[in-house]
């Protein structure tokens, strides 16, 4: 199932043969570097069902994107439904992404994000997608920045799975979009 297409990357649900990719970034230092824990393949294979199971049921997940020109997997994208209540009513839903790191610095990520905002907005009929980091991980506040997002500082919160023992990973800062926002923002 292909969800969209822009001008270099393919947004699709995963196929098998994506396995490998969906390790290599689950479970690299470098991509890694804001989560408190690298997935070992078994763990990454049970995060790719699960991950293909929601996109099957709901429509939401985060999707594979691939190189248009050969379909190629390099990360993901992908607009899901929270589930880190208190800090998040249920049915909120995040953008949130992962790239394998020879493709970093290429605009790739902005690329996917900005058109499943579009998705979100015009396709789905959400009110507001949000998306959250680690301080620190200026480069995923950069592309919330760049996609038009706000930071909400009366929305940042502790994540609930991280580690006490890792205070530096603890704290997420939260950005946030409304369809009226991004409706201004696209011209539409």
């Known amino acids: ?13 995963w196929k098998d043969s994506d396995r490998d990719l969906f390790f290599e970034i689950n479970s690299d230092a470098k991509v890694m570097e804001f989560f408190p824990f690298r997935r070992n393949r078994a763990e ?3 995060l790719f069902d ?19 020109a050969d379909d190629r997997p390099i990360g993901f994208c ?11 009513p249920d049915g ?8 394998a790191v ?18 979100g907005f015009e396709e789905k009929g959400l009110g507001e997608i949000v ?5 620190a991980n200026t480069r995923s506040t950069a592309v919330m920045q760049r996609l038009g997002m706000r930071r909400d500082m009366n929305r940042d919160f502790d994540h609930p799975r991280v580690p006490v023992d890792q205070p530096a990973l603890l704290r997420h800062v939260l950005y946030a979009i409304s369809a009226e926002e ?7």
């Not at 199932?1 to 649900?13: G, Q, V």
């Not at 199971?53 to 997940?61: K, N, V, Y």
């Not at 992908?78 to 998040?88: C, R």
């Open 78 to 88: 992908g607009l899901a439904l929270t589930d880190l209540e208190p800090h998040f």
């Open 50 to 68: 699960r991950v293909g199971r929601g996109i099957a049921e709901t429509g939401l997940g985060f999707f594979a994107i691939a190189l248009r």
């Open 182 to 188: 991004w409706r201004f923002r696209a011209g539409a």
């Open 131 to 135: 998306s959250f980091a680690v301080a």
């Open 1 to 13: 199932m292909i969800i969209s297409e822009t001008d270099r990357l393919r947004i699709r649900a």
């Open 92 to 99: 909120t839903v995040e953008i949130g992404w992962r790239l």
């Open 102 to 119: 020879p493709f970093w610095g290429k605009g790739y990520v902005t690329e996917a994000a900005s058109d499943l905002l579009r998705y």
């Open 44 to 46: 990454a294979d049970a």
